[in-house]
């Protein structure tokens, strides 16, 4: 699915993400799980679950929008190790306020089992995004 981050953010195409589904509501992003997505346990590094969290705020709090929604705060509960493939974030939008913007991110890995939380929240500039 085509939006701004998809088609801007480099990250995304490093890590392998796609952009299943997106709007300002919601967005629903899948990586696969490959080694060099893991620690050094086997299991999903804690960094690769923030950063497809991460994809998933802003790829639906950009969606819509020709003013970029930067990131304020994001705190994170990892609940267990993410062992399958593929990863899923799943963010739902919680307060779309004017500037202020909260949403609530879900990780599940390849079996379906959450693996981490997330509370995002975000704040609309005036910027323009580039193109």
């Known amino acids: ?5 998809s088609d801007h953010d480099k990250l995304v195409r490093l890590m392998g993400m796609t952009i299943e589904s997106v709007t300002t509501e919601s967005a629903r992003v899948t990586m696969p799980l490959l080694e060099q997505h893991r620690n050094g346990m086997g299991m999903a590094h804690g960094g690769t679950i923030f950063s497809l969290a991460d ?23 990892y609940l267990r190790a993410g062992q399958s493939s593929p990863l899923v974030a ?42």
């Open 1 to 5: 699915m085509k939006n701004y981050v």
């Open 55 to 77: 994809v998933a705020f802003g790829a639906a709090a950009n969606a819509e929008t020709s003013t970029a929604v930067v990131s304020l705060n994001t705190t994170i509960q």
């Open 90 to 131: 799943v963010s739902h939008l919680i307060r779309g306020g004017s500037h202020i913007v909260t949403y609530d991110v879900e990780v599940f890995d390849g079996s379906g089992a959450l693996i981490a939380k997330c509370l995002c929240t975000g704040y609309h500039t005036n910027f323009p995004l580039p193109g």
